[in-house]
C-alpha cells in the first residue's frame, strides 16, 4: 500500500507526535507514506472567515499538487489533521457542485500552470487503517496489546461533520474498532463528535475552556482512562488548558491525551519516544490513577 | 417582438431537438415539469407516441435528416412499460441505431434514450439542459447523405430490421 | 440562569421597534448567493441547529434568530453580532438541518461581511485570528502558530500574552512550538500568484 | 351514431385556436404572433386567439367556425392533451365532425410554463402549432370502440380505506373482491386506541365494518392472499390472486385459541415478537393477530414453526383442535378473477425511527413510537392499557416529539399531515393515564381540520407544556444531578429564544408515514406511477385526485399520500363511486389506437409476430401474411415501428402522420 500524505501544519507544529506516531506506525504496518511536496496551508477554518475563494484556492493548490504527483494514476491524498481533512473534502465537493467555485479556483489554478480535475481522493488516516489495512491484518501485527486501557475515542467535529463518508456524524466507530484490535477497551460515551471549541479556547477562554471540560469531564464520568484524539487541535485543547481547567473548575484534571495513533504504535512495540510521547504534558503513565 | 423571432442567442448556435416521448411516462413528467414551472431550455419539441416501442429507427433519422441537432427518445423505466416491454424493444433498436449513427458519422451525444417517470419533471428539465449543453459544444448535425426514407432501398430497412430483431426485437 | 431580586435600576426599559426604512430587506437574497448559502431562504425555524450548536448558549442570538433576522433584513444587528464569531465550524447544524441548509457556511458568509463592512466587534480576537492567520499562510504559505497566537494576544489583550508566556514555553521545551516560521518547501511566490488571481476574479467578498 | 358531414377525402380546412389561458400562455407566447403564423400554413382557413378555449363560448366560437367556413379539421393550441383532448373531441363531435379530426398543441406545459424567455418561448409554440397543423391535415376519420365492461370490483387492501371501498360498491350492488396480505383486516387502524378528534374507541367503530364485510354476500373477503399479476385493460382485467397457506382451514376453525395454548412454543425466549403489537409483546408461530381478527381464523407462521421448518414438531396443535382444522399440506393456491376495475388501498408504513439516530429508538429502551404507545394505552395490549415503561415504571416526565422523518429533506420532505393530531392525542392520552408532566415538541402545530383546532385548545388547557422547536437529540448525557438517569431532550425553545435540555422518562416519536416498502413492485403490477416521494401518483391533483394515469384503476386512502381516517373514508367512498361509475356504464370507450396490416405490403416475414405483447397479431397461412385481432390490440404501435415492409400502421399514429409532424416543428423556423 502506497499513499500520498498531506501532513498539515499543525503536524509539524503542536501536533508533531501525531506525525511521529502515525508515520512509525504506517511503517511497521508495511504502509508507505509520501509526504506532498511543497504543500501549503489548507486554509483551515480561520481562512474561510476572511475570504472564502482564496480559502479554496489554498486547498485546492495541494489537490492540484496531489493530481500532477499521480501523474494520470489514481491518487489518496491521506490527511490525518481533521480540519485538512474538511478543508480538502470540501474544495473538492464545492468545485463540482458550485459552477462559481470550479470556475473561479480553476482559474486561479491555470495563472500558476496548475490544474485540478477531480482526480484525488482524500481520505483521513483513520479511514486508511480500518478499511484499507484492516482489522485482519492489525491483529496479525499487534504484539504488546493495551488491555490496561479504557479509551475515550474523541473524533472531534471535522472528521465526521459534514462529509463523514466513512463513519457516522455523531456515534462514529471507526476509532472505537481499532482501539478495540489492539487490546484496549472503548468506552461507549455520547461527546465522540461533540466540539472541543476549537480556537476559542485561546480567543474566548471562558467559553472555550467550558467545552473541553465538558468533554473532558464526560470521558471520566464513563470510567476513561485515557483519551484519545484524531486532530491535533482537539488535543492540544484537552491537553495544555487541562490545568487551566483544573483550576477553573476546582477539579484535579488528571487525563492522559493522546493521538490514537501513539496507542496504536505501543500495540506495535514501537517504543515511545518514537512515538513522540515524551511531548505531551500528562504523561500516559498516569492514567492507571484515574480510572 | 417582431414577426421572425428569432432563437433566443441570435450569436450562438441553439441546437434544435426533436424529442419522442411515450405517452404514459415521459410526456407525463414533461406535463409535470410545466405543472411545476420547472424552467429548462427551449430547444426541444417533443413529438408523442403511445409507447417508446413505437418509435422507428427511421423517425430519427428523418428527423436528423429534416435539420434537427438531435433526437431525444422517453420511455418508461425498465419493467413500468404501460404496454409492458415497448420500452426494451425500443433499447433494442437504439442501441443499433447507435451503431449505425456512428458509421454514418453522427455523434453518440446527439442522440439519447432516456427512461424518464411520470413522476421525474425534474429529469426531463436536467436531461434537455444536458443535452442542449452538450449539442450546443457539437454544433450543427449534417446528415445529408442519408437518403430520404421514401427512396430507401427496402432491403436496407430490412438488414437494420433484422440484426435488431434477432427473432426477438 | 442566575437569581437575583429585581430592582429599579436593574430594569432595563427600553424602546424596541424597528421601522421598514431600517431594514435592508434585500439582505436574505443576497446572502443566498453565496455558495452554501443558497438554501437558506428555506429555513422553517425550527430551532434544531440552534439546540445542536454547541456554542448557541453563549450566542446573543441564535443561529436559528441569526437565519431570521438575515432573511429579515437585520443586516446591521446580524453582522455586529456575537453569534457569528462564536461559530467554531463543528458542522452539528449544517448536518441536522432537517431543510440542508448549510449554516457553518452561512456563518462564515456572514464573518467575511462582517470583515468586509467593518463592523466586527472591536477588540474580539476571533476576527484578529483570522486575519493573522491569513498573512501568516500569505507569507509563508503555511501557518505558525505560535506566532499567529502570540501576535492576536499582542494585539487584542497584550496581558493574555503575558500570562500564556509560561504554556508557550513549555510548549517550545517539548518541540512543539516554534518562533521559527515553517516554510513551503518551494516558492511561495507561486501560491500568491493563485491568491492574487482569486482576487483579480473576485465576486465581492474579499478581505476589507 | 353520428354522421360526419366531412369525408376524409375533402380538402384539408384547417381552423387553427390558439389559446391564451389567461395570461397562462399569453404572459410568455406572443399569441397574436403565434396566430398569424398558424394562418400562413397550408390548408389553414381560419386562424384565432382566444382568451379561455376550454370555457363555453371558446367552444362555441369553434363550432360556429366549423359551421360558417366549413371547417373540417380543427387545432387548439393550449394545455397538455392529458387535460383537454376530450373536451375539445366533443367540440368538434358535438359540431358533427369527427373528433379524431382534431390535434391538439401543447404550448402551456411544454412551452409557456418551462421557458424563460419569451421569444423562444414563441418560436417553440409555433413550431409545436406547426407540426399540429402538418398532422392534423393528414388525419383521418375513426370511430371509438366500446368494449363492453365486467360488472365486479377488485380491492386491494382491507385497512379502512379499503373496508369503506368494499362496502360501498357492495351495498350498490356490485360484486367486490377484497384481497389482504395480513391474516386479517382492519389495516393500521385495528391497532389504534382512540380515533382523534373525538376520541372514540377506534375497534368500537371499526370492528362493526370489519364484520359487515366478512357477512356481506356481495364481498368475497381473501386475507392472507396478494395479488400476483394483473394483465387486461380497463373494464377487463384478469388478476391472480395469491391465498398464501394459512396453514389452518379457514372453513373449519372458529378461532377458539385451543391451538395457541397447545402450541409447544411455551417460552418466551424462542416466541416471536407480536407484529399487531409492534414487537411490544410475543406471540406463538400458531397466533390470531387480536382477538377481533376477521377473519377469526388462526394462522400458522411458516418462518416459526417447527413443524414447517424442521419437520420436527409433536404437532400439539394438531391434536388440540377438535375442528381438525390445521393442515401442515396446504400449499399457496393461485386464484384466477376478472374484474371491471381495481380500488388501490394498499395503505402506508410508518416512518422507521432508527433512521434518525440521534432521537436514540432501539438505543435507548423508553424511547417509543407513537404506533407502539397506541398499543401501550390499549386495554386489549401488552400492558393491558397501563402505560409503563419497559422497565416496568411508570413515567413521571415524558416528551413527545413531533414530525419525526417528515418536512426533513433528508428523510421525506413532506408533511405528515396526521403526526401533529397523532403526537396531541398521546400527550392527552398519556397524561390522563399517568398523570405525568408532558411536554410536546412542535415545530408548527397543523390542526386543520374540523374539531382539530378545538381538541388542540383542550390540550393546551390540560397543562401539556408546548414548546416550540425541532429536537436535536435525545441523550443520556447528563449535565445536572436531577438529568442522571434521565432521557435528556436538547432542544431550543424557539419562542423564547433559548436552548434547553428537559430530562424525561419516556420519549414518545410521532413518526411520519410513508409508501408502503414494496409500493415500485405494486406501481408496475398494476401499471400505474408513483410519486417522488412514492405514493401512488393521482392522474391530477385537484380534479381527479382518486384515479390514476391508467384507466379503472382509483386510489383510495394512504397509498396515495399521508391522509387521517376521515378523510381516508372521504376518499374510499370517492374511490368507489368513480369504479361504480365505470362498471355501472357496462362499457368503455376505447381509443381506435390499433394497428392494422396492408395486406399487399406485408411480405409474410412473421417479424411483428412475437413482438406484440398482447398477442394480438397472427398469421393468416392462407393468405400468407399477418393479421392484428383489433380487440385484442391495446395500441402501443411496437409492431408497427418493428415492421421492415411498412405494412403494418397504427391508427392516429401513422408514419404518414409522424413524418408531417417531424417536418412540422422543424420546417418553419
Not at chain 4, 373531441?89 to 369527427?98: I, M, P, Q, V
Not at chain 4, 381478527?293 to 377438535?322: F, N, R, S, W, Y
Not at chain 4, 436552548?499 to 408515514?513: E, F, N, T
Not at chain 4, 401512488?536 to 383510495?556: C, M, N, Q, W, Y
Request: net charge neutral; glycine share 8%.
Amino acid at each position: 500500500m502506497k499513499y500520498l500524505y498531506y501532513p498539515g501544519c499543525s503536524l509539524k507544529g503542536s501536533g508533531r507526535s501525531y506525525e511521529e506516531s502515525l508515520l512509525a506506525s504506517f511503517k511497521k504496518l508495511g504502509v508507505e507514506m509520501h509526504e506532498l511536496p511543497d504543500w501549503n496551508c489548507c486554509g483551515a477554518t480561520a481562512y474561510m472567515a476572511v475570504d472564502e475563494m482564496k480559502a479554496f484556492a489554498l486547498a485546492a493548490r495541494n489537490l492540484a499538487l496531489a493530481e500532477r504527483y499521480g501523474d494520470g494514476e489514481p491518487v489518496t491524498l491521506v490527511a490525518p489533521c481533521n480540519a485538512c481533512y474538511l478543508a480538502l473534502m470540501k474544495v473538492q465537493k464545492y468545485m463540482a457542485e458550485y459552477d462559481e467555485v470550479g470556475r473561479t479556483i480553476s482559474d486561479a489554478l491555470a495563472s500558476a500552470d496548475l490544474s485540478y480535475r477531480g482526480g484525488v481522493r482524500v481520505r483521513q488516516s483513520l479511514d486508511v487503517l480500518l478499511n484499507d489495512v484492516g482489522l485482519d491484518l492489525l491483529a496479525e501485527k499487534i504484539n504488546h496489546p493495551l488491555g490496561q486501557w479504557k479509551v475515550a475515542c474523541y473524533y472531534g467535529c471535522q472528521a465526521v461533520r459534514p462529509f463523514a463518508p466513512f463513519d457516522d456524524e455523531y456515534n462514529p466507530m471507526s476509532m472505537d474498532h481499532l482501539m478495540r484490535s489492539i487490546g484496549a477497551e472503548p468506552v461507549d460515551w455520547p461527546l465522540k463528535a461533540r466540539c472541543c471549541g476549537g480556537t476559542l479556547t485561546g480567543t474566548i477562554p471562558t467559553v472555550g475552556l467550558r467545552l473541553s471540560y465538558i468533554i473532558l469531564r464526560e470521558a471520566i464520568d464513563r470510567g476513561a482512562n485515557v483519551v484519545a484524539t484524531a486532530c491535533p487541535l482537539c488535543q492540544f485543547n484537552l491537553e495544555c488548558y487541562q490545568s487551566q481547567m483544573g483550576r477553573e473548575y476546582g477539579e484535579d484534571l488528571d487525563m492522559p491525551i493522546v493521538y490514537y495513533s501513539q496507542l496504536l504504535g505501543q500495540a506495535l512495540g514501537i517504543d515511545d519516544r518514537s512515538l513522540g510521547l515524551q511531548r505531551h504534558f500528562v504523561p500516559l503513565t498516569a492514567a492507571a490513577a484515574v480510572g | 417582438m417582431s414577426k421572425d423571432t428569432p432563437l433566443p442567442s441570435a450569436e450562438g448556435f441553439e441546437p434544435r431537438i426533436v424529442a419522442f416521448f411515450c405517452n404514459w411516462c415521459t410526456y407525463t413528467a414533461s406535463d409535470l415539469a410545466g405543472t411545476s414551472r420547472m424552467q429548462y431550455a427551449p430547444n426541444t419539441r417533443v413529438i408523442r407516441v403511445m409507447c417508446s416501442g413505437r418509435i422507428d429507427p427511421r423517425f430519427v433519422l428523418q428527423t436528423l435528416r429534416e435539420g434537427a441537432d438531435g433526437v431525444l427518445l422517453g420511455g418508461c423505466r425498465p419493467g413500468d412499460c404501460h404496454y409492458q416491454s415497448g420500452n426494451y424493444k425500443c433499447l433494442r433498436r437504439f442501441k443499433l441505431l447507435k451503431r449505425y449513427l456512428a458509421q454514418m458519422g453522427v455523434e453518440n451525444e446527439r442522440v439519447r434514450l432516456e427512461w424518464i417517470a411520470a413522476s421525474e419533471g425534474d429529469r426531463v428539465q436536467k436531461v434537455t439542459n444536458e443535452m442542449v449543453e452538450q449539442i450546443r459544444k457539437l454544433g450543427h448535425c449534417r446528415l445529408e447523405q442519408i437518403p430520404r426514407p421514401e427512396t430507401e432501398p427496402a432491403a436496407e430497412t430490412h438488414d437494420l430490421e433484422q440484426v435488431g430483431a434477432g427473432g426477438m426485437i | 440562569m442566575a437569581q437575583r431580586t429585581p430592582r429599579m435600576s436593574n430594569l432595563h426599559i427600553t424602546r424596541r421597534i424597528k421601522y421598514q426604512n431600517e431594514l435592508d430587506l434585500g439582505f436574505g437574497k443576497v446572502m443566498t448567493s453565496i455558495p452554501g448559502a443558497e438554501d437558506l431562504l428555506r429555513c422553517i425555524q425550527c430551532g434544531t441547529c440552534s439546540s445542536t450548536c454547541p456554542l448557541s448558549i453563549y450566542m446573543d442570538h441564535t443561529p436559528r434568530k441569526i437565519i431570521a433576522m438575515t432573511r429579515a433584513g437585520f443586516k446591521d444587528e446580524v453582522l455586529s453580532s456575537a453569534t457569528i464569531w462564536l461559530c467554531a465550524s463543528c458542522y452539528s447544524c449544517t448536518v441536522d438541518c432537517p431543510k440542508k441548509i448549510k449554516i457553518t457556511d452561512v456563518m462564515y458568509a456572514l464573518k467575511r461581511k462582517a470583515i468586509e463592512e467593518k463592523v466586527w466587534p472591536r477588540g474580539l480576537p476571533i476576527p484578529v485570528l483570522a486575519k493573522e492567520f491569513f498573512a501568516s499562510v500569505l507569507r509563508t504559505g503555511r501557518a505558525n502558530e505560535g506566532r499567529t497566537v502570540a501576535k492576536v494576544w499582542l494585539k487584542t489583550r497584550p496581558l493574555k500574552l503575558l500570562a500564556n508566556m509560561g504554556l508557550g514555553l513549555r510548549l517550545m521545551a517539548r518541540g512543539r512550538m516554534s518562533m521559527k516560521s515553517e516554510r513551503m518547501t518551494g516558492s511561495v511566490d507561486q501560491l500568491r500568484k493563485i491568491l492574487d488571481s482569486v482576487h483579480n476574479s473576485d465576486t465581492g467578498h474579499s478581505p476589507g | 351514431m353520428i354522421m360526419h358531414r366531412k369525408s376524409p377525402e375533402d380538402q384539408p380546412r384547417i381552423g387553427v385556436y390558439v389559446c391564451h389561458c389567461g395570461v397562462n400562455i399569453a404572459a410568455k407566447v406572443d399569441v397574436e404572433h403565434v396566430r398569424d403564423f398558424a394562418a400562413s400554413l397550408p390548408g389553414v382557413v381560419v386562424s384565432r386567439d382566444y382568451k379561455f378555449a376550454c370555457s363555453d363560448p371558446g367552444q362555441e366560437l369553434i363550432q360556429k367556425d366549423i359551421r360558417e367556413h366549413d371547417l373540417n379539421r380543427i387545432v387548439v393550441a393550449s394545455c397538455s392533451p392529458q387535460l383537454h383532448e376530450r373536451t375539445f373531441r366533443r367540440t368538434c363531435a358535438d359540431a358533427g365532425l369527427s373528433p379524431f379530426f382534431f390535434q391538439m398543441a401543447n404550448i402551456r406545459e411544454h412551452v409557456s410554463w418551462v421557458t424563460v424567455d419569451p421569444g423562444a418561448a414563441t418560436t417553440k409554440a409555433r413550431a409545436l402549432v406547426a407540426a399540429a397543423v402538418r398532422r392534423v391535415a393528414r388525419a383521418e376519420a375513426l370511430a371509438l370502440r366500446q368494449v363492453p365492461v365486467r360488472p365486479e370490483v377488485l380491492v386491494v387492501g382491507g385497512g379502512i380505506a379499503g373496508i369503506h371501498s368494499a362496502l360501498t360498491l357492495a351495498n350498490a350492488g356490485k360484486k367486490v373482491f377484497l384481497v389482504e396480505r395480513e391474516p386479517t383486516i382492519g389495516g393500521h387502524m385495528a391497532q389504534l386506541d382512540k380515533t382523534f378528534p373525538t376520541m372514540d374507541c377506534s375497534a368500537c367503530i371499526l370492528t362493526p365494518k370489519m364484520s359487515d364485510v366478512k357477512n356481506h354476500p356481495n364481498i368475497t373477503m381473501w386475507t392472507y392472499s396478494e395479488v400476483d399479476e394483473v394483465s387486461g385493460f380497463t373494464g377487463n382485467f384478469k388478476v391472480k390472486v395469491r391465498r398464501k397457506a394459512r396453514y389452518i382451514k379457514e372453513e373449519l376453525c372458529v378461532g377458539c385459541g385451543d391451538c395457541v395454548d397447545a402450541c409447544v412454543m411455551k417460552k418466551e425466549k424462542v416466541q416471536v415478537p407480536d407484529e399487531f403489537n409492534v414487537g411490544l409483546s410475543k406471540r406463538k408461530a400458531v397466533y390470531m393477530p387480536f382477538p377481533q381478527a376477521t377473519p377469526a381464523c388462526m394462522v400458522i407462521d411458516p418462518k416459526q414453526c417447527l413443524q414447517l421448518m424442521k419437520g420436527k414438531c409433536a404437532q400439539t396443535c394438531v391434536d388440540a383442535c377438535e375442528r381438525a382444522a390445521v393442515d401442515f399440506d396446504q400449499t399457496d393456491e393461485i386464484v384466477e378473477i376478472d374484474v371491471g376495475a381495481i380500488v388501490m388501498a394498499t395503505g402506508f408504513r410508518p416512518f422507521d425511527a432508527k433512521r434518525i439516530p440521534e432521537y436514540g429508538y432501539g438505543r435507548f429502551d423508553h424511547v417509543y413510537t407513537t404506533l407502539e404507545v397506541e398499543r401501550l394505552v390499549n386495554a386489549s395490549g401488552p400492558t393491558g392499557g397501563e402505560v409503563v415503561l419497559r422497565d416496568g415504571t411508570v413515567p413521571k416526565t415524558v416528551g413527545v416529539i413531533h414530525c419525526v422523518g417528515s418536512r426533513d429533506r433528508r428523510h421525506n420532505a413532506y408533511c405528515s399531515k396526521v403526526c401533529c393530531m397523532a403526537a396531541l392525542k398521546m400527550a392527552h392520552l398519556v397524561k390522563e393515564r399517568t398523570g405525568a408532566e408532558v411536554f410536546d415538541f412542535y415545530v408548527d402545530m397543523r390542526t386543520p381540520s374540523k374539531g382539530y383546532e378545538e381538541f388542540y385548545d383542550q390540550v393546551l388547557s390540560e397543562g401539556v407544556q408546548f414548546i416550540r422547536g425541532r429536537v436535536a437529540e435525545v441523550t443520556d448525557w447528563a449535565m445536572t444531578p436531577e438529568e442522571e438517569g434521565k432521557l435528556v431532550i436538547r432542544v431550543e425553545d424557539t419562542l423564547i429564544g433559548v436552548a434547553r435540555r428537559v430530562p424525561v422518562d419516556m420519549v414518545i416519536l410521532a413518526v411520519g408515514l410513508e409508501p408502503q416498502v414494496d409500493t415500485a413492485e405494486m406501481q408496475r403490477r398494476f401499471n400505474i406511477s408513483c410519486s417522488q416521494e412514492g405514493f401512488f401518483l393521482e392522474r391530477h391533483p385537484k380534479l381527479a385526485p382518486v384515479s390514476t394515469f391508467t384507466d379503472g384503476i382509483f386510489l383510495a386512502g394512504a397509498c396515495q399520500g399521508p391522509k387521517d381516517i376521515p378523510e381516508v373514508v372521504a376518499q374510499a367512498g370517492a374511490a368507489a363511486a368513480e369504479a361504480l361509475a365505470l362498471v355501472d356504464r357496462g362499457h368503455v370507450d376505447i381509443e381506435p389506437n390499433t394497428a392494422w396490416i396492408e395486406e399487399e405490403a406485408c411480405s409474410g416475414c412473421k417479424t411483428c409476430i412475437p413482438l406484440c405483447p398482447f398477442n394480438a397479431i397472427t398469421r393468416d397461412e392462407e393468405k400468407a401474411i399477418a393479421v392484428v385481432n383489433d380487440a385484442m390490440c391495446k395500441g402501443c404501435g411496437t409492431c408497427v415501428a418493428a415492421c421492415p415492409s411498412g405494412a403494418a400502421q397504427q391508427n392516429m399514429f401513422t408514419d404518414e402522420q409522424i413524418y408531417e409532424e417531424i417536418e412540422g416543428v422543424l420546417a418553419y423556423v
